[in-house]
């Protein structure tokens, strides 16, 4: 068995060889422009109109003559125009179908008028969901509030097959809850990509620069990404105390019937600043992987949470082809975070592998004080190198493996500092 405890573990290499990972290449529109935190998705050449909670669904849609309801208003969007809410609160839900859908190059935008900050509230209703993204496609929903949702499956945003193109940027989030987050599978969602369908993956969409904070989400996750999602980008978000895991690509859960598209792909979670993922139910990390493909973890702060970033598996996959894998981590600070910084492997033999893991240039202080700052569980060809690995206190060890080498296998680790 491989056993390494103790704070002052030296820099070993253990059995295995050194990764050769996939680089993201292939990126569509989406992820290439906004991998960078680039705010420019297309220019807006169509027509402005807006939406009041005073105007006239009879009248034009011109900003002294508003619409009153997005349902009417959403009816007249053409690609590449733009849609102002006027400042106030709305009950309504959003709702954006196939119908309203943008073309490459001409987005529509929907967007709080400028100067102004457009509310909607789920307040008084049972588990409502606040916008839905039902097949649209081309569309970006910015500088916007979104609050008060709560009981079972409550959701801010939600995304759903078919849907693509999407940008979701600068708004803020809060007031999502589940009545009683302690009883299991009690869930709210904050932000869901939820990929059941086997025919239409969600894919291309851009999760940038939104404020949410003081959720609870129970049994769920505050950006959840699952099943048949590919090329999504979530970076620069601030997210605090939303109860559960912050970010979440998540798949072989049989969400989407086919298992070979039942998971996320080519994802990345980049500069996201995220700080107090704790749950009454179980250790909850900031960012966490759990059967995603060909997922980047980059450049982000988590910090007082239960744990830092994980990468796992909680279900079998029919195939091993299917597995947790090709996961690169790279960049981050880790600190305060009480279990552990960061988890790799199934956390149970009967469960899934964790395979091709690349660990490096990653911060971690002061985690797992009273256990390890990084543990290993089931996983194959690991590299942890080149990270900076300390606690200034507590009795904790570097490294905790939680299984024999029939279930660790090829873990290299090299230059870290300890």
Not at 38 to 50: L, N
Not at 182 to 205: Q, W
Not at 226 to 245: A, H, K, M, Q, S
Request: glycine share 12%.
């Amino acid at each position: 068995m491989m056993k390494y405890y103790g704070k002052y573990l030296p820099a070993v290499v253990l059995s295995g060889i050194l990764l050769a990972f996939l680089l993201f290449g292939g990126v569509s529109e989406t992820g290439a422009a906004y991998a960078s935190g680039s705010q420019s998705v297309a220019s807006q050449s169509g027509t402005i109109y807006y939406v009041a909670a005073s105007g006239n669904d009879s009248w034009l849609g011109t900003e002294s003559q508003p619409f009153k309801t997005f349902d009417h208003a959403l009816k007249a969007l053409k690609p590449g125009d733009t849609l102002y809410i006027r400042g106030g609160v709305y009950t309504e839900e959003l709702v954006l179908p196939s119908s309203v859908s943008g073309s490459k190059g001409s987005y529509i935008t929907i967007s709080s008028a400028p100067g102004e900050t457009a509310t909607i509230s789920g307040k008084g209703k049972k588990g409502p969901m606040l916008v839905d993204f039902d097949g649209a496609d081309y569309v970006r929903l910015q500088n916007m509030k979104f609050t008060d949702a709560e009981g079972m499956w409550s959701c801010g945003i939600s995304v759903e097959p078919g849907s693509h193109h999407i940008v979701i940027r600068n708004n803020e989030i809060c007031g999502i809850k589940v009545n009683e987050p302690k009883k299991a599978d009690h869930c709210a969602n904050c932000i869901e990509l939820y990929g059941d369908s086997t025919s239409h993956s969600i894919h291309d969409v851009w999760i940038n620069g939104n404020k949410i904070h003081d959720c609870v989400t129970g049994w769920a996750e505050c950006i959840s990404v699952t099943g048949n999602c590919r090329n999504i980008r979530v970076n620069r978000n601030f997210i605090d105390n939303t109860g559960n895991i912050g970010i979440d690509f998540s798949g072989n859960y049989g969400y989407c019937s086919d298992p070979s598209l039942d998971f996320p792909r080519d994802c990345s979670a980049s500069e996201n600043q995220i700080s107090r993922c704790v749950s009454p139910n179980a250790d909850s990390y900031g960012i966490y992987v759990d059967g995603g493909q060909k997922i980047k973890i980059a450049g982000n702060l988590v910090e007082d949470s239960s744990g830092g970033i994980e990468i796992g598996a909680e279900k079998r996959p029919s195939k091993i082809e299917y597995s947790t894998s090709d996961i690169v981590v790279s960049g981050n600070t880790l600190k305060n975070n009480k279990v552990c910084a960061m988890s790799i492997g199934g956390y149970e033999k009967k469960l899934g592998w964790v395979l091709r893991v690349e660990i490096s240039g990653n911060s971690c202080l002061d985690n797992g004080l009273d256990s390890a700052i990084i543990t290993l569980n089931k996983c194959s060809r690991v590299t942890i190198e080149n990270n900076v690995l300390k606690n200034t206190k507590g009795s904790g060890s570097v490294f905790s493996y939680s299984f024999s080498d029939k279930y660790i296998r090829h873990v290299t680790i090299r230059n870290n500092q300890l």
